[in-house]
């Protein structure tokens, strides 16, 4: 009888320990945490791994969560790489001390100072503007003229406006803030608020349709936005304008990544974020979105080359996390739902 009891034990220890082992992950396999949707980042893992033989497995989620996990992990996180859509949420992970500085030289060479971490946390590596889009219909490109201008009496009853709790937004008006200062920003929201024809909406493309349709003439969106919608329905009446933030410059954000402070394969980590800020794959993970490449040796797509030039703000986009809070602040005051 205990001949039986201790080889039923010893199997009963050998299915445990092969079930924690299977919960683990593998040594040799890259973990990545990732705002970005499957769609856009996948395709990277596999041509990655196909080039390198290093295999990666990914989480995706929203940016808040994902960086509430890593915090929650702790040093027990298997996380190497996190990778998100906004800078702001890239600073708020460092600040935490979710993300560790690091020295690279390609990095430093292929990514501008102003789409990365000053202290190296993170790196850029696609960027999509946010600028003003109008009817073609309604709006001559002369009436158009900088973000600040939409507050004017002549816009009442014309704009459009994505909800204040979107990051993009925040991410808008913490650079205003940096440009202006908050008094100055805040009676600019405050016109917005007043020229709105609408209340807020959920997303950019429901924003754009609305000018369309005719509900107001001018919005504020994300490039890519307007790319997605001009490739999936053709003609559209909308266009484009570069508004210019007080330096002259068009408001620019980021998706980009940082190596966690907990990585099991930092070494292994840098390299692949290392390879995404080269030309190949800058190319193909601006692409995927209508984003532009971080690296300004590298040509964006041609539909995106289509909208046009413009000379980008060379406020470090870091300042989107700096003063977030500030900006949600602001809004909140401004009426600005």
């Known amino acids: 009888m205990s ?26 396999e890259l973990v990545i945490y990732s705002s970005r949707n499957e769609q856009l980042i996948k395709p990277m ?9 290093q295999a990666i497995r990914f989480v995706t989620d929203d940016a808040g969560p994902l960086i509430e996990r890593l915090a929650a992990e702790g040093q027990n996180s298997p996380a190497d790489l996190l990778i998100t859509v906004d800078a702001g949420d890239l600073w708020h992970a460092a600040e935490r001390g979710l993300l560790r500085s690091l020295e690279s030289p390609t990095l430093e060479a292929n990514i501008p100072e102003r789409l990365r971490d000053p202290a190296g946390r993170w790196f850029g590596l ?5 600028t003003i889009v109008h ?45 202006h200062g908050e008094q100055q920003t805040e009676q600019i929201v405050k016109g917005w608020v007043a020229n709105l024809a609408t209340e807020p909406f959920a ?18 969106v994300n490039t890519y936005y307007f790319g997605r919608l001009q490739r999936d329905e053709g003609d559209i009446p909308l266009k484009l304008f570069w508004a210019q933030l007080a330096d002259g410059g068009v408001h620019v954000n980021i998706s980009g990544a940082g190596i966690t402070t907990s990585a099991p394969r930092a070494a292994e980590a840098q390299k692949f974020l290392e390879w995404l800020s080269e030309p190949e794959a800058q190319a193909m993970f601006a692409g995927a979105n209508l984003e532009y490449p971080a690296s300004p040796a590298v040509k964006a797509d041609p539909r995106v080359v289509s909208w046009g030039t413009f000379r980008a703000s060379e406020l470090n986009v870091a300042k989107a996390g700096e003063l977030q809070a500030a900006a949600v602040r602001l809004m909140d005051r401004a009426g600005y739902r």
Do not use: H
């Not at 893992?45 to 033989?53: P, Q």
């Not at 309604?138 to 704009?159: D, M, Q």
């Not at 997303?203 to 504020?220: F, H, K, S, W, Y």
């Open 3 to 28: 001949q039986c009891l201790s080889a039923m034990y010893l199997a009963v220890v050998m299915l445990l320990s092969a079930g924690l082992v299977g919960c683990q992950r593998a040594p040799s």
């Open 45 to 53: 893992f596999d041509r990655y791994t196909a080039e390198t033989g």
């Open 126 to 130: 696609s960027v999509r503007a946010r």
């Open 135 to 179: 009817s073609t219909q309604r709006v001559k490109p002369e009436e158009l003229s900088s973000y600040e201008a939409l507050s004017e009496e002549k816009w009442r009853g014309r704009l459009c406006l994505r909800t204040s709790k979107s990051v993009y937004n925040q991410s808008l008006v913490a650079m205003m803030i940096a440009a």
């Open 203 to 220: 997303n950019d493309t429901r924003l754009m349709e609305a000018i369309i349709a005719g509900q107001c003439d001018v919005g504020i």
